[in-house]
């Protein structure tokens, strides 16, 4: 039914399908399938009529069912509906159900639900073309299907070649359809562009971190600086030796002494490369990797299940946040929040003793019998999941209040089965109630209504009082009742219910129950009740959290512009006496656009830093606003921009975004698939956690840095200077590498595992320009090596006359290990050991302890040192060149070491601020600092970006393009079937976004914006063909073989047409 032209991806599932099952299994043909689809209109109606009976038949023969519940497979335009209602939550990310009828909202989308009624639809869409398949193809998941329709469509060129023959022809055309279609997309000039596109797709994305960007050029830096270091070493080693000896010494070169001289020269090489080694930081890219694998395994228990190791870290970095309201900010689930019973107001729900007896019983009968009974609250489908309400939402909270007042609605469901009501009155948009009657055994008749409040109150003459008995309810009252009780809950944006009932006494003549303004009248109110979905109740404090730390909240829903604004003041996003925008998606778009209804940025700058609520919004515009924020340039550094979504709609903005959220329990699996972090529990306040986490591996590597920088400072200065005056490495190569191991490996593994404290979110982020290494940080490194250096060289060049031993100086080649150079190792690795616990903080606290004893790790690492290193100089010998010590030396060298801790305190004493000399270390990599080669590469992944950006508009537009076609086509279907009917309009559920004025879908428009200002160049505005293309080819979408979307010249900004877009996105010979 319907043009299917498109449809080459179905072809090949049915064909899929039916090779997987016997033969025998379905009653269709692939053939008779394939007939039913060339056949257009009432044709395709005859056809299934004269074969199968009606749609049911086909159904069955194929084993299946268009019942309730029925996922849609396709988007199509309904012809026929009988109370059709949608639920559109998978695409829109709202829980109402959508109603769909011929004369106002005929657009049926794919992924969406049957949820009741039934009906009949024109299929105009399937696969890549759909809307689901759109969304999909934006997150780049449509890439393989393409390549195999590129395939496809080589093969049927060829075969046209050769054959030539007509019948080919077309079916090449119909077989290409969908993959000419994609052509444009991929390449300009058509198939030519098709090799180089391949490449293109094959390059690896230089997408670096934040800190992986710092981290690298900080590494680059310091290898650079040792490199140097330990050249110069061994020039100088080896400069040194040849002068003395043949210079100053006069010795001649003899042959029987070259090997000795030999053993120098490689003594000399091995100090060089020792000195080298020290002052590379290879750690650094473990403690990054430890500190990142450690933080994704213990977010597991914050509920956060990290996809991407590094969202991680760039969360640590994050400004902004848009958040979805559905679900993530809120319960997802309609509640009571507020009642108003026996003239007593309840901001929260009473406890059943507050209620008397009586009133408790009409309450109980009144909402268990006049609710539907299809709406019932089923148990959480997974552990720790919320109650599932199924049925009308407004009714489930009815129930779900019923419950809260530890009452059961089933047992008076059971002592009254629905087949027992006497009449039921129901609900619609014109009576805006629903009545039920009773029919008790005294034969006398109750009546329970409930229905919006300003309905129902103006039927209420009664009203129960504090005791539970009916009392006069006047006029006047009610005005009260108006003022002080339904304004202020409409205010707060909860949804008002009046409950009401009356009674029929037995010995009057039984009512004319069709009569209905009689019957309902003159009744008694129960309770007003306030219904909304309600806010979670750990949010508040988290968002109150996030803005502490420096990152704005915004709030982008699909809901009405009031609820979420009453919902954004709960949550805390907005605070009275801020300046601030809270906008809808229309007038979002009409901002952002220019008369040509392309998005300027310059337009978007002026919104975004005050917008807090986007309300009304489609899946663009979330995308739309995310790609603004990331590519604004109003402040000096860039936004870091998280997002949260559970629904196939937030995948495009979920995968734009530097960290995308995805729902665990209500998330889609586009929306996790597209995500970079899934949040198991569904809840706001673990996305403050993954920003503790984030903020504490930044931290962890600062720490770690601090740390090893002082030691390579304090080992590189002792190897070089010792070499350059005695000839000889204080620290010998073994002893070097053992230092190496503690100060990378295993300080790496103790650094990077400290577990992280609410501290972090009292900061701002530090943001992309913010150096690794900050001037408090360089205070502690350089204040520490000194002292270091300090006592290192006093115990080298005095430590013989200290402890009344040998020197260990300018001893011959393969002399004994000595005392003195054992004590200067040991000395040394001491102060290491305890300046581990200093580089613990890196903001200049003063308590370096704080909290040691919470990381395991890290105290059996320091310990574990302590005893290797005890093992290494009683008993290492020769080997690491060492010999035994006594105790008193011992002690000696312990007591150097935690003189580290001292010193660090008095280090801390000096403000930062007078130390204007010190320069900071480790910035991010600036613009004009990549290399040209680099810079080209940059440029074609930007070219990347921009493509799928494009591409990505031109799926969105083109398909809103071939909603007008689809229309122009129903409409003429249906003006031969049905007679007088009005034209269709698309004005409620996700169509939403088409009767903004940019995306109107009516001839007379003038602009469909197709792509932003960064294309403008290149797509000038041509002139749209009125006239229907002249092909055969009966997909207006689709182009013939070799026929390319290009942009006419000849027909650009001049065009005189009133009616031209920005570009044509229908295509002709």
Same mark, same amino acid.
């Given at each position: 039914?319907?043009?299917?032209?498109?449809?080459?991806?179905?072809?090949?599932?049915?064909?899929?399908a039916?090779?997987?099952?016997?033969?025998?299994?379905f009653?269709?043909?692939?053939?008779?399938?394939?007939?039913?689809?060339?056949?257009?209109?009432?044709d395709?109606?005859?056809?299934?009529?004269?074969?199968?009976?009606?749609?049911h038949?086909?159904?069955t023969?194929?084993?299946?069912?268009?019942?309730?519940?029925?996922? %849609?497979?396709?988007?199509?335009?309904?012809?026929? /509906?009988?109370?059709l209602?949608?639920?559109?939550?998978?695409?829109?990310?709202?829980?109402?159900?959508?109603?769909?009828?011929?004369?106002?909202?005929?657009?049926?989308l794919?992924?969406?639900?049957?949820?009741?009624?039934?009906?009949?639809?024109?299929?105009?869409?399937?696969?890549?073309?759909?809307q689901?398949?759109?969304?999909?193809?934006?997150?780049? @998941?449509?890439?393989?299907?393409?390549?195999?329709?590129?395939?496809?469509?080589?093969?049927?060129?060829?075969s046209?070649?050769?054959?030539?023959?007509?019948?080919?022809?077309?079916?090449?055309?119909?077989q290409?359809?969908?993959?000419?279609?994609?052509?444009?997309?991929?390449?300009?000039?058509?198939g030519? /562009?098709?090799?180089?596109?391949k490449k293109?797709?094959?390059?690896?994305?230089?997408?670096?971190?934040v800190?992986?960007g710092?981290?690298?050029?900080?590494?680059?830096?310091?290898?650079?600086a040792?490199?140097?270091?330990?050249a110069?070493?061994?020039?100088?080693?080896?400069?040194?030796?040849?002068i003395?000896?043949?210079?100053?010494?006069?010795?001649?070169?003899?042959?029987?002494?070259?090997?000795?001289?030999?053993q120098?020269?490689?003594?000399?090489?091995i100090?060089?490369?020792?000195?080298?080694?020290v @002052?590379?930081?290879?750690?650094?890219?473990l403690?990054?990797?430890i500190?990142?694998?450690?933080?994704?395994?213990?977010?597991?228990?914050?509920?956060?299940l990290?996809?991407?190791?590094?969202?991680?870290?760039?969360m640590?970095?994050?400004?902004?946040?848009?958040s979805?309201?559905t679900g993530?900010?809120?319960? *997802?689930?309609?509640?009571?929040?507020?009642?108003?019973?026996?003239?007593k107001?309840?901001?929260?729900?009473?406890?059943?003793?507050?209620?008397?007896?009586?009133?408790?019983?009409?309450?109980v009968?009144?909402i268990?019998?006049?609710?539907?009974?299809?709406?019932?609250?089923?148990?959480?489908?997974?552990?720790?999941?919320?109650?599932?309400?199924?049925?009308?939402?407004?009714?489930?909270?009815?129930?779900?209040?019923?419950?809260?007042?530890k009452?059961?609605?089933?047992?008076?469901?059971?002592?009254?089965p629905?087949?027992?009501?006497?009449?039921?009155?129901?609900?619609?948009?014109?009576r805006?109630s629903?009545?039920?009657?009773?029919?008790?055994?005294?034969?006398?008749?109750?009546?329970?209504?409930?229905?919006?409040?300003?309905?129902?109150?103006k039927?209420?003459f009664?009203?129960?009082?504090a005791n539970?008995?009916?009392?006069?309810?006047r006029?006047?009252?009610?005005?009260d009742?108006?003022?002080?009780?339904?304004?202020?809950?409409?205010?707060?944006?909860l949804?008002?219910?009046?409950?009401?009932?009356?009674?029929?006494?037995? /010995?009057?003549?039984?009512?004319?129950w =069709?009569?209905?303004?009689?019957?309902?009248?003159?009744?008694?109110?129960?309770?007003?009740?306030?219904?909304e979905?309600?806010?979670?109740p750990e949010?508040?404090d988290?968002?109150?959290k996030c803005?502490?730390a420096?990152?704005?909240?915004?709030m982008?829903?699909?809901?009405?512009?009031?609820?979420?604004?009453?919902i954004?003041?709960?949550?805390?996003?907005?605070?009275?006496?801020?300046?601030?925008?809270?906008?809808?998606?229309?007038?979002?778009n009409?901002?952002?656009?220019?008369?040509?209804?392309?998005i300027?940025?310059?337009?978007?700058?002026?919104?975004?830093p005050?917008l807090r609520?986007?309300?009304?919004?489609?899946?663009?515009d979330?995308?739309?606003?995310?790609?603004g924020?990331?590519?604004?340039?109003?402040?000096?550094?860039?936004?870091?921009?998280a997002?949260t979504?559970?629904?196939?709609?937030?995948?495009?903005?979920?995968?734009?975004? =530097?960290?995308?959220?995805?729902?665990?329990?209500?998330?889609t699996?586009?929306?996790?698939?597209?995500?970079?972090?899934?949040?198991?529990?569904?809840?706001?306040?673990?996305?403050?956690?993954?920003?503790?986490?984030?903020?504490?591996?930044?931290?962890?590597?600062?720490?770690?840095?601090?740390?090893?920088?002082?030691?390579?400072?304090?080992?590189?200065?002792?190897?070089?200077?010792?070499?350059?005056?005695?000839?000889?490495?204080?620290?010998?190569?073994?002893?070097?590498?053992?230092?190496?191991?503690?100060?990378?490996?295993?300080?790496?593994?103790?650094?990077?595992?400290?577990p992280?404290?609410e501290?972090?979110? %009292?900061?701002?982020p530090?943001?992309?320009?913010?150096p690794?290494?900050?001037?408090t940080?360089?205070?502690n490194?350089?204040?520490?090596?000194?002292?270091q250096?300090?006592v290192v060289?006093?115990?080298?060049?005095?430590?013989?006359?200290?402890?009344?031993?040998?020197?260990?100086?300018?001893?011959?080649?393969h002399?004994?290990?000595?005392e003195?150079y054992?004590?200067?190792?040991?000395?040394?690795?001491?102060?290491?050991?305890?300046?581990?616990?200093?580089?613990?903080? #890196?903001?200049?606290?003063? *308590?370096?302890?704080?909290?040691?004893?919470?990381n395991?790790?890290?105290?059996s690492?320091?310990?574990g040192?302590?005893?290797?290193?005890?093992?290494?100089?009683?008993?290492?010998?020769?080997?690491f060149?060492c010999?035994?010590?006594?105790?008193?030396?011992?002690?000696?060298?312990?007591?150097?070491?935690?003189?580290?801790?001292l010193?660090?305190?008095?280090?801390?004493?000096?403000?930062t601020?007078?130390?204007?000399?010190?320069?900071?270390?480790g910035?991010?990599?600036?613009?004009e600092?990549?290399?040209?080669?680099?810079l080209?590469?940059d440029?074609?992944?930007?070219d990347?970006?921009?493509?799928?950006?494009?591409?990505g508009?031109?799926?969105?537009?083109?398909?809103?393009?071939r909603?007008?076609?689809?229309?122009?086509?129903?409409?003429?279907f249906?003006?031969?079937?049905?007679?007088?009917?009005?034209?269709?309009?698309?004005?409620?559920s #996700?169509?939403?976004?088409m009767?903004?004025p940019?995306?109107?879908?009516?001839d007379s428009?003038?602009?469909?914006?197709?792509?932003?200002?960064?294309?403008?160049?290149d797509?000038?505005?041509?002139?749209r063909?009125?006239?229907?293309?002249?092909?055969?080819n009966?997909?207006?979408? @689709?182009?013939?073989?070799?026929?390319?979307l290009?942009?006419d010249?000849?027909?650009?900004?001049t065009?005189?047409?009133?009616g031209?877009?920005?570009?044509?996105?229908?295509?002709?010979?």
């Amino acid at each position: 039914m319907g043009d299917m032209a498109n449809n080459s991806v179905a072809y090949s599932s049915v064909k899929n399908a039916v090779k997987e099952a016997n033969h025998g299994d379905f009653g269709v043909t692939l053939a008779e399938l394939r007939s039913l689809m060339e056949l257009r209109a009432a044709d395709a109606l005859h056809k299934i009529q004269e074969c199968y009976g009606d749609v049911h038949g086909i159904c069955t023969k194929l084993k299946t069912s268009p019942n309730e519940g029925d996922l %849609l497979p396709a988007d199509g335009i309904l012809i026929q /509906g009988n109370d059709l209602k949608i639920d559109e939550s998978s695409l829109t990310g709202e829980s109402d159900h959508v109603k769909k009828s011929l004369d106002r909202d005929p657009m049926l989308l794919s992924g969406t639900h049957v949820m009741e009624g039934s009906g009949r639809m024109v299929v105009t869409a399937v696969g890549v073309n759909s809307q689901t398949g759109i969304i999909f193809t934006l997150l780049g @998941a449509g890439g393989d299907e393409e390549e195999k329709e590129k395939e496809k469509e080589k093969k049927e060129k060829k075969s046209k070649k050769q054959d030539g023959a007509v019948e080919n022809r077309n079916k090449a055309k119909a077989q290409d359809g969908a993959a000419m279609e994609m052509q444009p997309l991929k390449s300009e000039d058509g198939g030519d /562009g098709d090799e180089k596109d391949k490449k293109k797709a094959n390059l690896p994305k230089k997408e670096k971190s934040v800190l992986q960007g710092k981290l690298t050029k900080l590494a680059v830096q310091i290898g650079k600086a040792g490199l140097l270091m330990s050249a110069i070493t061994v020039i100088i080693l080896v400069l040194y030796f040849v002068i003395d000896t043949f210079w100053v010494q006069k010795r001649p070169w003899l042959a029987e002494c070259t090997p000795i001289y030999i053993q120098y020269f490689v003594k000399f090489f091995i100090i060089g490369v020792t000195v080298l080694v020290v @002052a590379v930081p290879e750690g650094l890219p473990l403690a990054v990797t430890i500190s990142l694998a450690y933080s994704v395994k213990k977010m597991m228990k914050d509920n956060n299940l990290v996809r991407h190791l590094d969202a991680c870290e760039t969360m640590g970095n994050a400004t902004a946040i848009c958040s979805d309201k559905t679900g993530t900010l809120t319960m *997802n689930r309609m509640t009571v929040v507020q009642a108003y019973i026996n003239e007593k107001h309840y901001k929260k729900i009473p406890e059943p003793e507050a209620i008397p007896e009586k009133t408790m019983a009409y309450l109980v009968t009144g909402i268990s019998v006049n609710c539907a009974y299809t709406s019932k609250i089923l148990p959480p489908e997974k552990e720790g999941g919320l109650p599932r309400h199924v049925g009308n939402k407004t009714e489930c909270a009815l129930l779900g209040l019923l419950l809260d007042l530890k009452r059961d609605y089933q047992d008076v469901r059971n002592e009254i089965p629905e087949e027992d009501l006497y009449k039921v009155y129901t609900f619609n948009s014109v009576r805006k109630s629903m009545s039920t009657v009773l029919k008790n055994s005294d034969g006398s008749f109750r009546i329970f209504s409930k229905g919006a409040s300003e309905i129902v109150l103006k039927k209420c003459f009664k009203i129960l009082s504090a005791n539970g008995e009916p009392k006069v309810f006047r006029p006047r009252d009610r005005d009260d009742i108006v003022k002080t009780v339904i304004e202020p809950m409409a205010s707060e944006g909860l949804r008002t219910i009046c409950l009401a009932f009356r009674d029929f006494p037995a /010995g009057e003549p039984e009512p004319e129950w =069709d009569n209905e303004n009689d019957i309902v009248t003159g009744l008694t109110c129960i309770a007003v009740v306030g219904i909304e979905d309600p806010v979670r109740p750990e949010v508040p404090d988290a968002i109150k959290k996030c803005q502490r730390a420096g990152i704005t909240v915004r709030m982008v829903t699909g809901d009405n512009i009031n609820t979420a604004r009453a919902i954004a003041l709960k949550c805390g996003i907005l605070n009275p006496g801020e300046d601030f925008l809270c906008l809808e998606g229309k007038d979002f778009n009409r901002r952002i656009r220019n008369e040509k209804g392309e998005i300027e940025q310059e337009r978007i700058d002026k919104i975004w830093p005050k917008l807090r609520v986007l309300a009304r919004s489609s899946p663009t515009d979330k995308h739309t606003l995310v790609k603004g924020i990331i590519d604004s340039t109003v402040f000096d550094q860039r936004q870091v921009v998280a997002v949260t979504g559970d629904g196939t709609n937030d995948g495009p903005a979920l995968k734009k975004a =530097d960290v995308g959220f995805a729902m665990g329990i209500a998330g889609t699996d586009v929306a996790k698939e597209a995500s970079d972090i899934i949040l198991t529990d569904d809840n706001f306040t673990s996305i403050v956690k993954a920003v503790m986490w984030g903020r504490n591996v930044y931290d962890s590597i600062s720490k770690f840095l601090q740390f090893q920088l002082t030691v390579n400072v304090v080992a590189v200065i002792v190897a070089f200077t010792g070499a350059c005056i005695t000839q000889d490495s204080p620290l010998k190569a073994v002893q070097m590498l053992w230092v190496n191991l503690i100060m990378d490996t295993l300080a790496s593994l103790a650094l990077a595992t400290e577990p992280p404290t609410e501290a972090l979110l %009292l900061r701002k982020p530090y943001g992309r320009n913010k150096p690794l290494i900050s001037r408090t940080m360089m205070k502690n490194i350089l204040g520490h090596a000194f002292y270091q250096l300090v006592v290192v060289f006093t115990l080298l060049f005095a430590g013989e006359k200290i402890f009344d031993i040998d020197s260990g100086r300018n001893a011959p080649l393969h002399a004994p290990p000595s005392e003195h150079y054992t004590i200067v190792f040991n000395t040394f690795v001491m102060m290491q050991l305890f300046n581990e616990i200093n580089a613990r903080k #890196i903001h200049g606290e003063r *308590n370096v302890f704080e909290g040691i004893f919470n990381n395991a790790i890290f105290c059996s690492i320091v310990l574990g040192t302590f005893v290797v290193q005890i093992i290494i100089v009683q008993f290492g010998g020769k080997p690491f060149s060492c010999s035994e010590l006594t105790i008193e030396q011992w002690l000696w060298s312990i007591f150097l070491g935690m003189g580290t801790l001292l010193w660090g305190q008095l280090i801390s004493t000096i403000p930062t601020s007078r130390l204007k000399f010190l320069k900071e270390a480790g910035h991010g990599t600036q613009k004009e600092e990549i290399p040209e080669e680099e810079l080209a590469e940059d440029v074609e992944e930007i070219d990347h970006a921009e493509r799928e950006l494009r591409r990505g508009q031109i799926l969105w537009f083109r398909g809103l393009n071939r909603i007008q076609t689809q229309i122009r086509v129903v409409n003429a279907f249906r003006s031969s079937l049905y007679e007088g009917l009005e034209k269709p309009e698309t004005r409620s559920s #996700i169509h939403n976004f088409m009767t903004h004025p940019e995306f109107r879908i009516e001839d007379s428009e003038p602009h469909i914006p197709l792509i932003d200002d960064t294309d403008a160049e290149d797509d000038a505005p041509t002139k749209r063909n009125s006239s229907p293309p002249p092909s055969p080819n009966r997909n207006n979408n @689709a182009v013939d073989s070799g026929i390319h979307l290009t942009t006419d010249k000849n027909k650009s900004a001049t065009s005189s047409s009133p009616g031209s877009p920005l570009h044509s996105l229908e295509t002709s010979l």
